[in-house]
């Protein structure tokens, strides 16, 4: 069964770039037909989609981020990442990655979730 | 893209059926058959009860069902149990090849 894990800082500053990595184990990134995804959600809020990247290095984003966000992977370490820039406080939630399943027609859905990390955003 | 619209909460008495809706536009809900729907317990990553449409994953509960009507897509529960208590959200694929929420359901078991 395939697991995800979200590391990185738990604390950004105002103004800097926010950058977490996800780790996939008990599966090949480059393998099978899946979009990898980053989601968030404040505290206390809905959920945000955030992007997607598939194995070969396509992405879709969502288009109130897109200027600021970045989603890449890295399959000699079976991992993809989120860069998001200029970050404020809006930007605090908890960030969780997925892999996405059940593929048609370009649709697809997070199935495989990591248990979320919190990023704060503050000075 | 603008969130879909749920309402804020429902509930309903064990064993009873509940139904929550969700409404987008032509450029989302109304223009695919990608509606999706997650549970999500407090503190816990959310999950996948129902994919395109009506679809359930295995180990879905066949309690859960969802349906859509041009731009609404609903779900409902039947035989309401008290670990069904939970948030709702829907999901859906977009003409941008993007995918949007609904802003959550809080569902209460009476």
């Known amino acids: 069964q395939v697991q995800l894990q979200e590391s990185g800082p738990g604390l950004v500053k105002p103004s800097q770039t926010l950058s977490l990595t996800c780790t996939v184990s008990g599966g090949s990134i480059s393998s099978g037909s899946y979009y990898w995804s980053w989601i968030r959600q404040p505290a206390g809020k809905g959920l945000e989609w955030i992007g997607r990247?598939?194995?070969?290095?396509?992405?879709n984003y969502n288009p109130s981020l897109k200027s600021r966000v970045t989603i890449s992977v890295d399959t000699s370490k079976n991992q993809f990442s989120l860069k998001l820039s200029s970050v404020t406080a809006a930007d605090t939630a908890v960030y969780y990655c997925?892999?996405?399943?059940?593929?048609?027609?370009?649709?697809?859905?997070?199935?495989?979730w990591g248990q979320g990390t919190l990023v704060t955003v503050s000075s | 893209q603008s969130a879909l619209t749920q309402p804020a909460s429902v509930s309903g008495s064990p064993g009873q059926s509940i139904t929550i809706s969700c409404t987008g536009t032509?450029?989302?809900?109304?223009?695919?058959?990608?509606v999706s729907w997650y549970q999500q317990h407090p503190g816990k990553a959310p999950k996948l009860m129902i994919y395109e449409v009506s679809n359930r994953p295995s180990g879905v509960p066949d309690r859960f069902s969802g349906s859509k009507s041009g731009n609404t897509a609903s779900l409902t529960i039947s035989g309401l149990q008290a670990e069904d208590e939970a948030d709702y959200y829907c999901g859906s694929y977009t003409s941008s090849s993007t995918l949007v929420f609904g802003g959550g359901t809080k569902l209460t078991v009476l």
């Open positions: 032509s450029s989302d809900v109304g223009g695919y058959n990608y």
């Open positions: 990247i598939y194995s070969s290095g396509s992405t």
């Open positions: 997925a892999r996405t399943t059940y593929c048609s027609g370009g649709s697809c859905y997070p199935y495989n």
